[in-house]
């Protein structure tokens, strides 16, 4: 046994040994220049980018400790363990939209010969609803507590907090604190939803922290934001029945092409939403109804405004979670103006804290991004690895009632890069064939490709807006990985009768000033 002993402590210290059917099961705790650890890893959020960083770790053997708290939102809502994705994000916001598709598919179906007793009764049941996708998350939330179980993950509910560089606090629901000491740290605690400071924001609206539990239908709505979030809310809400109306300080999309982003906005106003630019929130009053009047101001005439609503949702933007964490007591010092986290490589100025996800300044905010990003850093603190996160070229798509589909660069960001002579940009209407027999709109079904100017024309940029464009701009996130070129394009051969072969179709540019509408189906 002494031999053992001082064979396993040239890395490990044994804590403890114990024999079960004649087997050594070794406890080990990591070992470093100060002192001993409870942990090799500890992962200070519960999201997707901090599960998959620790499952990551777990598999290159180290022994991983994760620490998940969600502070009641100011309505009171609260969820389980998997971040903001699987809560309140992405996974409830693709079921609401599915259920809006649905919905105006029932309509459509008429059309197609399908016999509905009665149009006017097709309605959402909204407590079927949110019952419905508060089951499934809540499947996902148990699914997640199982899988952390069997690979050996140890779960702590609790808040955490730096005490110094290599430990942790966590304080738990009951208000008692546990401490922990782990040799490298990872903080991925994501973001919340920003309220204006305005009166009555925080009282009497909601976020899309709320919105998919919200246990009342929510009525006419009022959208204070046009950022993704408020917009996909905005399209699946108006859809389901209930009217919106949508406040846009600048512009649409901030951020995305500003031509595609126009194109969703104006599919959105033909369907009967709601949109005042260039408006800002002034105040929300409760009525002795239970309604809320809101009260906001065009920033360029200062003309205000007012109506009545049964909700007001914020979607203004989201902070990052760092003031909770006593970074200072750990040493990190490198936050931006915005309170995020500025790390290249996921290393703050603090060798063994790294970060992932939307806390990190200047990286997108996207549950794909963030996982990717954790497997690859657990790999390289256990595994030697060196391969560094492309935060470039990562497609993305928003789920609003014609969906938008981009991968690259816009045509703004594109034509700033490499100046308007130097950049082609190909452009498209189309006709999806399942839209012909129900009349719908076709208007605003459009895509483009931004490419540079010179042969063989790389692909810089492509965007689509049209039914299931995230299905559709995903192949092509790969080729846009690889280089791929317009002639290359041209000549790849489509699947027929897709939306997706409308790329390789691609042959009008903005700069010849052809009629990019469509003239056929089939030649």
Not at 193 to 202: E, M, N, R
Not at 257 to 274: F, L, R, S, W
Not at 446 to 467: E, N, W
Request: net charge neutral.
């Amino acid at each position: 046994m002494t031999i053992l002993s001082n064979v396993l402590r040239i890395n490990n210290i044994i804590n403890p040994i114990i024999r079960s059917d004649n087997i050594l099961i070794l406890a080990r705790r990591s070992f470093g220049s100060h002192g001993v650890f409870d942990y090799d890893l500890a992962v200070i959020g519960g999201g997707s980018g901090g599960l998959a960083c620790a499952k990551e770790a777990v598999n290159q053997g180290a022994r991983v400790v994760v620490l998940d708290y969600v502070t009641p939102s100011p309505q009171g809502t609260k969820w389980g363990l998997g971040g903001t994705c699987v809560n309140v994000g992405c996974i409830p916001k693709k079921l609401m939209h599915q259920a809006a598709l649905l919905g105006e598919s029932i309509h459509e179906a008429v059309s197609y010969g399908w016999q509905v007793p009665s149009l006017d009764s097709v309605k959402i049941d909204w407590s079927a609803l949110t019952q419905s996708v508060q089951n499934h998350i809540k499947s996902v939330n148990w699914v997640t507590r199982v899988d952390l179980r069997d690979k050996k993950i140890e779960y702590v509910n609790g808040l955490g907090e730096f005490k110094d560089a290599h430990t942790v606090v966590a304080t738990l629901k009951n208000g008692s604190k546990k401490e922990l000491t782990a040799k490298n740290i990872v903080i991925a605690v994501g973001g919340r939803p920003h309220y204006p400071d305005i009166p009555g924001a925080v009282e009497h609206c909601i976020s899309s922290d709320d919105i998919f539990s919200l246990s009342h239908p929510p009525g006419k709505t009022l959208v204070v934001g046009a950022g993704y979030i408020g917009l996909e809310c905005a399209g699946f809400l108006n859809s389901l029945g209930f009217p919106a109306t949508v406040l846009i300080r600048s512009v649409p999309l901030r951020g995305f092409d500003q031509q595609m982003a126009n194109i969703v906005t104006n599919e959105m106003e033909e369907k009967g939403i709601k949109l005042h630019h260039k408006c800002v929130p002034l105040s929300v009053e409760k009525l002795e109804s239970g309604q809320l009047k809101a009260r906001w101001s065009n920033t360029e005439t200062k003309e205000e405004f007012e109506d009545v609503f049964d909700t007001v949702l914020i979607a203004t933007g989201r902070y990052a979670l760092t003031k909770q964490l006593n970074l200072p007591a750990a040493g990190i010092n490198t936050l931006s103006g915005s309170g995020k986290i500025v790390a290249t490589t996921e290393q703050t100025n603090v060798p063994h804290i790294y970060a992932v996800g939307d806390v990190l300044e200047g990286r997108p905010e996207l549950t794909p991004v963030a996982i990717h990003a954790g497997r690859l850093l657990a790999k390289r603190i256990f595994a030697g690895a060196t391969q560094q996160m492309d935060y470039d070229n990562v497609a993305t798509t928003v789920f609003t009632p014609l969906e938008y589909g981009c991968v690259g660069l816009s045509e703004e960001t594109a034509t700033q890069r490499h100046g308007a002579d130097k950049i082609e940009v190909y452009h498209a209407y189309y006709k999806p064939t399942e839209f012909f027999i129900p009349q719908r709109n076709i208007r605003n079904c459009y895509l483009k490709a931004v490419a540079l100017r010179d042969a063989p024309q790389r692909i810089l940029g492509l965007h689509f807006v049209g039914p299931a464009a995230g299905e559709v701009i995903q192949g092509f996130a790969a080729a846009i990985k690889c280089n791929i070129t317009m002639e290359q394009l041209m000549n790849t051969v489509g699947i027929h009768p897709t939306v997706a072969e409308e790329f390789t179709r691609l042959n009008i540019t903005k700069r010849s000033g052809k009629d990019p509408n469509p003239a056929s189906c089939c030649s």
